[in-house]
T-cell receptor, first 118, second 115 residues
Framework: EAQVTQNPRYLITVTGKKLTVTCSQN?????MSWYRQDPGLGLRQIYY???????DKGDVPEGYKVSRKEKRNFPLILESPSPNQTSLYFC?????????????????FGPGTRLLVL | AQSVAQPEDQVNVAEGNPLTVKCTYSVSGNPYLFWYVQYPNRGLQFLLKYITGDNLVKGSYGFEAEFNKSQTSFHLKKPSALVSDSALYFC?????????????FGTGTRLTVIP
């Protein structure tokens, strides 16, 4: 089954304790992305990756790191979590974007990781 | 700059009635438009997309959306709402002149279908 998986699904931690949220996709997608979802703000992109070893900042990258050593994995790292990073996080993937008429790839989302930073 | 607006935080509709969830967008080039649905405790699921061609796009679960270039809108519609349609709906846009595959999401509209 084609899917995007995230672990853990739920996490409670304390300020300053480093954590990693894993994301893995089995669709051989080039493009992967992390979003956070907050009430009234919708989804905001944190980081994205166009391919292995290629990552770039999204709209709200502060306090986060990512890596893309393998095509299927795109972990999100919080080196020193703070309470304002309490949120619902989604990983997404899609095949390599192509430009031009009639081409656009749908992003597939993971189930989400709910993080609480105390 | 790209942006998406969903002007209604909440939409209530009676079961069996038609529903509309509104979305307007702003892009510098031609838009690629998407609707996603989020059920409680679940990730986002793709509903439909507009790339080019017919302005009326049909998607999953009986939903459709109409692209209106002059009004820069992409409203989601369904002729007859079901209680099971109750969920959070997100509109998203990508500017096809942008280099990456980044989607810009609206803030979401919570649809409640009343039995």
């Amino acid at each position: 089954e084609a899917q995007v998986t995230q672990n853990p699904r739920y996490l409670i931690t304390v300020t300053g304790k480093k954590l990693t949220v894993t994301c893995s996709q089995n669709m051989n997608h080039e493009y992967m992305s992390w979003y956070r979802q907050d009430p009234g703000l919708g989804l905001r992109q944190i980081y994205y990756s166009m391919n292995v070893e290629v990552t770039d900042k999204g709209d709200v990258p502060e306090g986060y790191k990512v890596s893309r050593k393998e095509k299927r994995n795109f972990p999100l790292i919080l080196e020193s979590p703070s309470p304002n990073q309490t949120s619902l996080y989604f990983c997404a993937s899609s095949s390599k974007p192509r430009t031009g008429v009639g081409s656009q790839e749908t992003q597939y989302f993971g189930p989400g990781t709910r993080l609480l930073v105390l | 700059a790209q942006s998406v607006a969903q002007p209604e935080d909440q939409v209530n509709v009676a079961e069996g009635n038609p529903l509309t969830v509104k979305c307007t967008y702003s892009v510098s080039g031609n838009p690629y438009l998407f609707w996603y649905v989020q059920y409680p405790n679940r990730g986002l699921q793709f509903l439909l997309k507009y790339i080019t061609g017919d302005n009326l796009v049909k998607g999953s679960y009986g939903f459709e959306a109409e692209f209106n270039k002059s009004q820069t809108s992409f409203h989601l519609k369904k002729p007859s709402a079901l209680v099971s349609d109750s969920a959070l709906y997100f509109c998203a846009v990508r500017d096809n002149e942008a280099g990456a595959n980044n989607l810009f999401f609206g803030t979401g509209t919570r649809l409640t279908v009343i039995p």
